[in-house]
């Protein structure tokens, strides 16, 4: 088939009528649930290690129904956390960083707003931290999960072996703008369509911009 010149902006046009109807990536379902304060989304981003969104959602709901500041949540017994967090891969080591930070941000009085005062806090690393400050603060950040990784990589435009490489490339390539919404938008896009074994190229809208690098199988 025949390619047309990738184009960023035609591409999240694209991208947006592609995932119109699809769950949304856990972050943002939690945002657009009132669940937007910037410890709200540090505490989600950290329970989403690992988890399915499925998982992460409705465990945060369980969660910030008990508490939703840092002084509620520093204040709940590890205990009754880890039973809170049932369902989330490692409970116990997450309810062990959840607390830490907690008391950390409750005695500072504000979540850190910079990507080395979040990775200062404990459990927190660069993907975390970047979902917090473009979800919770409105800060342009990258986050690459699997899926960002995965996509823009079978694009063509970047290229790079690792995740954090491949943010890198990103933040050297990828217009500003764009920078929150693209985890917004690649997380379902991946999960559903432009999945990881026999990604469904035959009705992607996105085809004749995909350089469709690494696809040797699709749909």
């Known amino acids: 088939m025949d390619k047309d010149p990738f184009d960023i902006d035609l591409v999240f046009r694209l991208l947006r009528q592609a995932v119109a109807g699809l769950p949304k990536a856990a972050m943002f379902a939690l945002r657009d649930a009132g669940y937007a304060s910037p410890f709200e989304q540090l505490v989600a981003a950290l329970i989403s290690a690992r988890t399915r969104d499925e998982t992460t959602t409705p465990v945060c709901e369980r969660l910030f129904a008990v508490a939703r500041t840092p002084a509620a949540m520093a204040a709940l017994d590890e205990t009754e956390l880890v039973r809170l967090l049932h369902g989330v891969t490692f409970p116990e080591p997450k309810a062990r960083d959840i607390l830490a930070l907690s008391r950390q941000i409750a005695a500072a009085g ?6 080395e005062g979040l990775q200062a806090l404990r459990g927190v690393g660069p993907k975390i931290a970047a979902l917090t400050l473009g979800v919770g603060f409105g800060v342009p950040a990258i986050s690459v999960d699997i899926h960002v990784h995965r996509i823009v990589n079978r694009w063509g435009y970047v290229a790079a072996a690792t995740p954090e490489r491949t943010m890198r490339a990103l933040g050297a390539v990828l217009p500003e703008r764009y920078w929150i919404e693209l985890n917004e938008r690649l997380v379902p896009f991946g999960k559903h369509i432009c ?9 992607c809208l996105l085809i004749r911009q995909c350089r469709q690098v690494g696809v040797t199988a699709s749909r």
Request: hydrophobic share 25%; proline share 13%; with cysteine.
């Open 110 to 115: 504000a979540v850190p707003a910079t990507m």
């Open 195 to 203: 999945t990881g074994e026999r990604p469904r190229c035959s009705t």
